[in-house]
């Protein structure tokens, strides 16, 4: 697999947090840089399950399957973090999620 570029988004897998938008980035991002991966980190809400579909449905649409992963809900996320070369959140409703907050929380209580 080699050295790549990993960009996430975390937060729970919903239409208002922008995860639609995060494959357009995938999308438009694979068209220009080859050794690059996608994590979506998160579980969606039980009534959320549609969007989830909708959202695979779109990924394979754009032939991203080996491009974005689905990680599911990472409990000791701080060990994860590290990883990950820029963490995207094109969120609709949230100036600054509770997600980034609780990242940086959890992070800083790791060291």
């Given amino acids: 697999m080699g050295v790549f570029f990993l960009i996430a988004n975390i937060g729970t897998i919903e239409e208002k ?7 357009e980035v995938a999308n438009e991002v ?8 996608f994590l979506i980190i998160g579980s969606p809400k039980p009534k ?4 989830l579909i909708n959202l695979k449905e779109k990924i ?21 973090l590290p990883l990950i070369d820029i963490l995207l959140f094109p969120t609709k409703k949230e100036a600054w999620g509770a997600s980034n907050i ?10």
């Fill in 60 to 80: 394979k649409r754009y032939n991203l399957e080996n491009k974005i992963y689905f990680m599911g809900f990472i409990e000791e996320i701080e060990k994860t």
């Fill in 102 to 111: 609780y990242l940086f929380w959890r992070t800083s209580r790791s060291n």
């Fill in 48 to 51: 959320e399950e549609k969007f």
């Fill in 17 to 23: 947090k922008g995860f639609l938008e995060f494959v």
């Fill in 30 to 37: 694979c068209k220009v840089l080859e050794d690059v991966k």
